[in-house]
């Protein structure tokens, strides 16, 4: 089980379900395990009865059926399906409708979904915060700039409340994950996917709410995630092709290309006097 999430961690998003699927033939024994432990991009499913699209998760599924959070109804439909206390299904709805208008303001479209559940130990309760973007030619706010592009964020926050002091403890865990492809012609076929996650725990006082201090602590987690795959992924690529191919406009006289070129062209102004 172990060497199978190894290799899940090491698989580019595009290539993940593939895998993933070729694991559960193998080791049909540990299906519910891989699927629950295993991050894949976000599917899309929708709600007729809200006339929105929510998305799919290992936290909102009870068998083979999924649960809107707007109609908290299970598709394919399912009688005895796993619902939030009223409390929590309360703060489900709030949820969904703050983190809405972050995502507008964020991502500029896309579609978010948030899920509440009781722990089974009871104490406090979780929630995951869902992100998806289609950044791709044919996607919702497309620049023209991707010929395929997808951003999927996975928030998975627990709290714990301690009401004698009036603080809450926020355990947050994040994974993001970036797959993009280009078409140009004069660079030519590119595409870039990987993944990052990270943790963060922090004691906030109760007092603005649970849902500020989830969305200040996923706002400043999505922005640290942004510079990590920004030096990770866009970085080291970078370094790769400027160290394989070194851009005319980059050249300085110290480089070995620069200098090369500049002896060059004190040759030929040499020669045409």
Request: charged share 25%; hydrophobic share 35%.
């Amino acid at each position: 089980m172990e060497a199978a999430m190894d290799l899940m961690r090491r698989m580019p998003p595009s290539l993940s379900q593939q895998a993933l699927d070729s694991l559960l033939a193998l080791l049909p024994a540990h299906s519910s395990e891989l699927l629950s432990r295993s991050d894949q991009p976000l599917q899309v499913a929708y709600d007729e009865e809200f006339d929105k699209h929510y998305l799919l998760c290992d936290y909102n599924r009870d068998g083979d059926s999924y649960r809107s959070p707007w109609s908290s109804k299970y598709k394919p439909e399912l009688e005895d399906g796993v619902q939030p206390s009223p409390e929590l299904r309360k703060l489900e709805q709030e949820a969904n409708e703050v983190f809405a208008i972050y995502r507008d303001q964020y991502y500029e479209g896309g579609i978010s979904s948030v899920y509440v559940w009781e722990p089974e130990d009871g104490k406090g309760f979780a929630a995951c915060v869902l992100i998806k973007k289609d950044g791709s030619d044919g996607g919702d706010g497309r620049r023209g700039l991707l010929q395929e592009g997808a951003w999927d964020a996975i928030h998975v926050v627990e709290v714990k409340e301690d009401q004698e002091r009036q603080m809450g403890h926020y355990c947050l865990t994040s994974t993001v994950m970036l797959a993009l492809t280009t078409a140009n012609r004069a660079s030519g076929p590119f595409s870039l996917s990987g993944s990052i996650t990270r943790q963060m725990e922090s004691d906030i006082s109760l007092e603005p709410g649970h849902l500020c201090n989830m969305g200040r602590l996923i706002e400043e987690m999505e922005s640290k995630l942004r510079n990590g795959l920004d030096q990770v992924y866009f970085g080291k690529t970078k370094e790769v092709v400027f160290t394989l191919r070194e851009p005319l406009g980059v050249m300085s006289a110290s480089s070995h290309v620069g200098q090369t070129l500049q002896r060059m062209i004190v040759n030929d102004l040499a020669h045409s006097r």
